[in-house]
């Protein structure tokens, strides 16, 4: 087995940026820009208890396609967001970023690290978990196709999760 | 108006409970005093029938689930004989919690503080070095300590701490026939509980999750908004047109015991049709509609699969059975509550259609739901604003005037009065006022 790390990818810049760019628009609640990095047909899940789940006999926190995802960003839009009002002030690390497959003709498959903080109504509560993202390129720019989050305390209880995490 | 400006705690007694509670008011120290939050642990938590869990959540021998009951920590375990117990989750010998976290499989339960064993029927196998504790110690009345009451309904399982408390039968009552709409929501008759969890959690009292046909478009505004744009989305097609306006025909009911609902059943009927249609483009979806017909007859058969399962209805106090879900209220303090969701799978049916519902199950609720998380977000709002108490009164009155009371005591009122609140409180009421058997 290689002792040393890998090579650093020709493409890791650019990916890095796109996520770095992805973050800021969550962390800014800029819907509309946020969900137009996304492909037409798409995944953006975070499971619950564990990341080993079957979605189709398990529950998770989050498992959207398309329609689901569009719903969730037009509910954040109107006024009556209750959750969302005061939205959460949100700063996130995007860490240990490591390309895992693909090529740009295929797509790749990235994993990082986040760590969100969030702040709202006097309370700060920090969010942390792996990340798995697909990015497919499209039209000279690279798309989402999938997003997995995985949180550390998925199996916990949670409070208020309404923001794009 | 005969209002204490604040309540006192240190005046606690049967007279200060009592005024708290008149028929259309409540003094919002009932949600915010830590007193009174003590005494109901006591009077209601550890007094009457709690909910545990569902059969199907223990499957197999050694199978557990760690629950609360009140504030006691309890097991719900499958024996190797089978049997479903409930047993305290507390070694004999000096009181470690004996099983970790939420689930797991243990035919030999070990205490790891002085390695004493038990098996999953609870008994105490073994203790090491046994002998040192002299020739009175008696293995056999060592183990692991039974919940006084343990009854279950058609798999669901219900505990008391009180030996006295009246049979489950009794308590339960007329939401015995709710809870038949949603396991007979199943062509087998039966529901499978194992398809995760959401546990939640707000800053407010455990009341605060009532049953409120009043709230839903204020509250869910936004997401009646999402829906009106897609009317087969999520949730949607189950309220399609409005069930919560005052001249449909849904309706809130006190069935007595605290336990309430939201009669949506002739909404839900109304769109029979467009529920038939999707279930048929589905995989088993005709073949689930002609079981269903065989087995409950025409008119039985349209009215459960309109209601996919929903009896929407509230067991006092701990449990309530809504949409796809069971749902547990763990009380923690008067200013905190878990609320855990299960997405309940009906046996019997297509993957495609329990998919469905969990996916409908997740869209509105759990942490990242489109309804749940702006429940709690309102609950919270209203736990803050319940501090203000130079006019303590909460306003339960609504629609008082227009009760209707049935033979079996059932009181009915219209989807958006509150009735439910009124319902519950008489319980409430009830419960900590009475010093006897419950």
């Not at chain 2, 007193?35 to 209601?44: D, H, M, R, V």
Request: aromatic letters at 8%; hydrophobic letters at 35%.
């Amino acid at each position: 087995m290689k002792s040393t790390p890998p090579e650093s990818h020709p493409w890791l810049n650019t990916i890095q940026e796109f996520l770095f760019f992805e973050a800021d628009l969550a962390d800014n609640h800029q819907f509309k820009d946020w969900q137009a990095l996304w492909t037409k047909d798409l995944l953006y899940w975070v499971p619950c208890h564990d990341e080993g789940v079957d979605p189709t006999h398990q529950v998770s926190i989050i498992y959207d396609d398309r329609s689901r995802l569009e719903e969730r960003l037009f509910r954040l839009q109107t006024k009556q967001a209750h959750s969302q009002n005061p939205r959460s002030r949100l700063s996130r690390s995007v860490t240990n970023i490591r390309i895992e497959s693909g090529d740009r003709e295929t797509g790749f498959k990235v994993t990082s690290r986040i760590h969100v903080v969030e702040s709202r109504l006097e309370r700060v509560t920090h969010w942390a978990g792996r990340q798995t993202h697909r990015l497919v390129w499209e039209e000279s720019v690279f798309h989402m196709s999938e997003k997995k989050i995985v949180l550390v305390n998925n199996d916990s209880l949670l409070g208020n999760l309404t923001f794009i995490i | 108006m005969a209002s204490p400006l604040q309540f006192q705690p240190k005046l606690l007694n049967e007279e200060s409970i009592c005024s708290m509670v008149t028929e259309g008011r409540v003094h919002s120290g009932v949600f915010t005093d830590p007193g009174i939050f003590e005494l109901e642990i006591s009077q209601i938590f550890h007094r009457t029938w709690i909910y545990i869990g569902h059969k199907s959540e223990v499957p197999t021998h050694g199978d557990f689930k760690t629950r609360k009951i009140g504030r006691q920590p309890v097991l719900m375990i499958r024996g190797k004989d089978d049997v479903v117990r409930v047993l305290m989750n507390r070694c004999r010998h000096r009181g470690t919690q004996v099983c970790e976290g939420e689930q797991g499989n243990a035919k030999h339960i070990r205490c790891w503080f002085h390695g004493w064993v038990y098996n999953a029927n609870g008994e105490l196998l073994e203790v090491p070095m046994l002998e040192a504790y002299g020739d009175g110690f008696d293995k056999s009345v060592m183990g692991l300590n039974q919940a006084p009451r343990v009854e279950e309904y058609r798999g669901f399982v219900f505990s008391s701490l009180n030996p006295d408390v009246p049979s489950l039968t009794d308590h339960l009552g007329n939401a015995r026939a709710m809870m038949d709409l949603m396991l007979d929501a199943s062509p087998k008759g039966d529901i499978q509980v194992n398809a995760g969890v959401h546990k939640t959690v707000y800053q407010g009292n455990w009341k605060l999750v009532g049953m409120d046909g009043y709230h839903v478009k204020y509250v869910h505004a936004s997401v009646i908004a999402a829906w009106n744009r897609n009317p087969d989305s999520g949730l949607a097609a189950t309220h399609r047109g409005d069930p919560f306006e005052d001249e449909s025909a849904s309706r809130t009911r006190d069935l007595g015991n605290g336990h309430v609902m939201l009669d949506l059943t002739e909404h839900r009927l109304s769109h029979y049709a467009q529920f038939t249609e999707m279930l048929k483009k589905m995989t088993g979806g005709q073949q689930y509609l002609d079981e269903m017909k065989t087995k409950h007859g025409e008119e039985r058969a349209k009215l459960l699969v309109s209601l996919a399962g929903d009896p929407h209805v509230g067991i006092y106090p701990n449990l309530q059975l809504i949409n796809n879900q069971i749902r547990i209220i763990n009380p923690i303090s008067a200013d905190v509550c878990e609320v855990i969701m299960f997405p309940v799978l009906l046996d019997g049916v297509s993957d495609e259609i329990n998919a469905l519902r969990i996916r409908q199950h997740e869209s509105f609720y759990g942490p990242a739901g489109s309804g749940s998380p702006d429940d709690a977000e309102i609950f919270e709002r209203v736990q803050k604003g319940m501090y203000a108490q130079v006019n303590p009164w909460l306003e339960i009155s609504r629609g008082l005037h227009r009760e209707e009371c049935d033979e079996n005591g059932v009181i009915t009122g219209k989807i958006s009065d509150e009735v439910t609140q009124r319902g519950q409180m008489k319980r409430w009421l009830a419960l900590m006022l009475d010093s006897g058997a419950e």
